[in-house]
T-cell receptor, first 114, second 112 residues
Framework: AQSVTQLGSHVSVSEGALVLLRCNYS??????LFWYVQYPNQGLQLLLK??????LVKGINGFEAEFKKSETSFHLTKPSAHMSDAAEYFC????????????FGKGTHLIIQP | DTAVSQTPKYLVTQMGNDKSIKCEQN?????MYWYKQDSKKFLKIMFS???????INETVPNRFSPKSPDKAHLNLHINSLELGDSAVYFC???????????FGPGTRLLVL
């Protein structure tokens, strides 16, 4: 069984400050890990994906995440927050192979203060 | 061109009715999915389907049934709608080998 824990249902940062959204996973097999972003009343857009290649993954819009097996973590960061980053962020895990669906965390709502 | 599309975008209906939501993908993917997002924004897999297998989340009531006329389409049929079925339903597709899942815009279902 797999699970994802996102610490902090709401995170507030000032514009220009570092963004750090936390994600810890549990998986019995080497996982595929994802970060998705959801803007209000829209679908989910992929930010980045880890598939056992480089442990530091760069995504779109200046986001990156580091896979740390020892900590079972896949935290999302961005050096400098922009107002347009305000959205809901979801971490997800899958085993890969076959028709496996994604197991999502409960999401983190990112608030950007001007 | 929209990669994953869903119709309708909004659906308002009465309890007890039967409704369908359609999903189409033009990415050439072999695997499609349905997810439910509840009022707290929690996303949960309902079904995943490729030409080899249908995987059903055991928590999904049997009133929900996926129907796939071909590889590019996976429709969701819901019988005897209940108030608790109100949610946003997302379709997604991928290459079924851990590939990235691409999501549709969602269908907002409200059961009155």
């Amino acid at each position: 069984a797999q699970s994802v824990t996102q610490l902090g249902s709401h995170v507030s940062v000032s514009e220009g400050a570092l963004v750090l959204l936390r994600c810890n996973y549990s998986s019995s097999v080497p996982p595929y890990l994802f970060w998705y972003v959801q803007y209000p009343n829209q679908g989910l857009q992929l930010l980045l994906k880890y598939t056992s290649a480089a442990t530091l993954v760069k995504g779109i819009n200046g986001f990156e995440a580091e896979f740390k097996k020892s900590e079972t973590s896949f935290h999302l960061t961005k050096p400098s927050a922009h107002m347009s980053d305000a959205a809901e962020y979801f971490c997800a895990v899958t085993r890969g192979g076959g028709a496996d669906g994604l197991t999502f965390g409960k999401g983190t709502h990112l608030i950007i203060q001007p | 061109d929209t990669a994953v599309s869903q119709t309708p975008k909004y659906l308002v209906t009465q309890m007890g009715n039967d409704k369908s939501i359609k999903c189409e993908q033009n990415l050439g993917h072999d695997t499609m999915y349905w997810y439910k997002q509840d009022s707290k924004k929690f996303l949960k897999i309902m079904f995943s389907y490729n030409n080899k297998e249908l995987i059903i989340n055991e928590t999904v009531p049997n009133r929900f049934s996926p129907k796939s006329p071909d590889k590019a389409h996976l429709n969701l049929h819901i019988n005897s709608l209940e108030l608790g079925d109100s949610a946003v339903y997302f379709c997604a597709s991928s290459h079924g080998d851990g590939g990235t899942q691409y999501f549709g815009p969602g269908t907002r279902l409200l059961v009155l």
